[in-house]
C-alpha cells in the first residue's frame, strides 16, 4: 500500500533558522506523533523509537532514518530514507523538503512524504491506514510550524473531552 503526501507552509523564521532546525534530528524527531526517542544519532542518519498505541498496531518500532547526501548546489534541502520493522509488517518511506527565503523575510517549506507500507499490516488496516497516515503528518507539520513559530504546543484534551465536545481547544480525531 503506497502513501504520498506533500505541500508546502510558511514560517515567520528565516530560512536558515528553518532549515537548521529541520536537520536537527534532536530537535525535529520529538514532535513526530508517538515520538518516544532517538538513538545512534550521527552525521548519516539515527534511530527512531516510536510507542505505538492503536488498535491495529501496539508496541514499540525502531525505524533507521538515513539522510541522503545531497548535491553541492542544492541549498536548503535535505532528504531522507525511513525503514521501520514491525511483526504485523514493515514501512519505507522517503521524506524530502526544500527551504527558501519569502519577499516579507519569513521562509517557506515545500515537504514531499512517500510511504511503502507492506505485510499483514498492509492488509488487516488498509481501511484506515489512509487517514490515519494523513492525520499523523497533518499533525506533525502543526507541530513544526508552531515550534518554528514560537507558539505553544497543541494542549490535547482528554478523550472524554474530546467526545462531548467539552474542550474548546480539541477537535475530534479523524
Known amino acids: 500500500m503506497k502513501f504520498k503526501y ?4 510558511k514560517v515567520n523564521r528565516s530560512a536558515q533558522e528553518a532549515f537548521d532546525f529541520l ?4 530537535e525535529f524527531a520529538p514532535l513526530l506523533p508517538y515520538f518516544k526517542e532517538l538513538k545512534d544519532l550521527s552525521a548519516e542518519g539515527f534511530t ?4 505505538i498505541g492503536i488498535p491495529q498496531l501496539r508496541g514499540q518500532v525502531e525505524a533507521k532514518v538515513n539522510r541522503v547526501r545531497q548535491p553541492e548546489d ?5 532528504a531522507y530514507n525511513a ?10 518511506s522517503q521524506l524530502a523538503y526544500s527551504v527558501a527565503a519569502t519577499a516579507d523575510g519569513e521562509s517557506e517549506v515545500t515537504w ?8 499483514t499490516l498492509a492488509s488487516l488496516a488498509q481501511g484506515i491506514l489512509a487517514p490515519l497516515a494523513r492525520r499523523n503528518i497533518d499533525q506533525m507539520i502543526k507541530a513544526v510550524q508552531r515550534e518554528l513559530n514560537g507558539e505553544a504546543p497543541e494542549q490535547k484534551a482528554g478523550l472524554w473531552a474530546r467526545l462531548s465536545g467539552r474542550s474548546k481547544d480539541a477537535s475530534p480525531v479523524g
Open 6 to 9: 506533500d505541500g508546502t507552509f
Open 23 to 26: 536537520v536537527s534530528p534532536s
Open 48 to 51: 527512531l523509537v516510536m510507542e
Open 74 to 78: 542544492a541549498g536548503m534541502q535535505a
Open 83 to 92: 525503514s521501520g520493522r514491525h511483526s504485523l509488517g514493515m514501512v519505507d
Open 112 to 119: 514531499l512524504c512517500e510511504s511503502l507500507v507492506s505485510g
